[in-house]
């Protein structure tokens, strides 16, 4: 299983990210992503999960009309979009595979994307 | 939903470390815990209060009672030196899913 995500961003304040995570070694349908984020010494903080298989989403409030979270089956990649970039949204962004579950987790993330959002 | 862990836990190798993760009435929910290094992913070493996936070293157990959640690693490495978390799952918050301020463990 490897989760693979694009590279580092430096943003203006005001300006939108994508970031991709691309999967393999497993059946993507099959499972729920997650993307967290963790600003620098701190927690990790969920931002939202997409399921594949039927494109459901649920998103943290917080970031609410801020963040879009979709998946393209046919390269097994999702994708994270965050818009109205503030200087508190500079974090190493996560992608996370979740296992369907009555008490969701994490069993595999990728190796992180650092956004930077700086004038 | 409020999980709170001790900042800092110190041990010398070989010997048994735990860290808590404390919550009300936590033993009524699912606790996962994850390992950080420096500059690296979190790994998931526990799910489900006392699982571990597969890779994951015997060293590393899990409790869960009353209002707090334990991770044991018994006999600890210097290689386990690193940030822990613990996470669990509340429908009732938002998030849902919410993780502890973390433990940074050291090794002597």
Request: proline share 7%; hydrophobic share 30%.
């Amino acid at each position: 299983v490897q989760l693979v995500q694009s590279g580092a961003e430096v943003k203006k304040p005001g300006a939108s990210v994508k970031v991709s995570c691309k999967s393999s070694g497993y059946t993507f349908s099959s499972y729920g992503v997650s993307w967290v984020r963790q600003a620098p010494g701190q927690r990790p903080e969920w931002m939202g999960w997409t399921s594949p298989y039927n494109g459901d989403t649920t998103y943290a409030q917080k970031f609410q009309g801020r963040v879009t979270m979709t998946t393209d089956t046919s390269t097994s990649t999702a994708y994270m979009e965050l818009r109205d970039l503030r200087s508190d949204d500079t974090a190493v962004y996560y992608c996370a595979r979740e296992p369907e579950s009555s008490s969701p987790y994490f069993d595999y993330w990728g190796q992180g994307t650092l956004v930077t959002v700086s004038s | 939903y409020v999980l709170t862990q001790p900042p800092s836990v110190s041990v010398a190798p070989g010997k048994p470390a735990t860290i808590t993760c404390g919550g009300t009435n936590i033993e009524g929910k699912s606790v996962h815990w994850y390992q950080q290094q420096p500059g690296q992913a979190p790994v998931l070493v526990i799910f489900y209060d006392n699982v571990r996936p597969s890779g994951i070293p015997e060293r590393f157990s899990g409790s869960n009672s009353g209002n707090t959640a334990t991770l044991t690693i018994s006999r600890v490495e210097v290689g386990d030196e690193a940030d822990y978390y613990c996470q669990v799952w509340d429908s009732s918050t938002d998030p849902p899913r919410v993780f502890g301020g973390g433990t940074k463990l050291t090794v002597l």
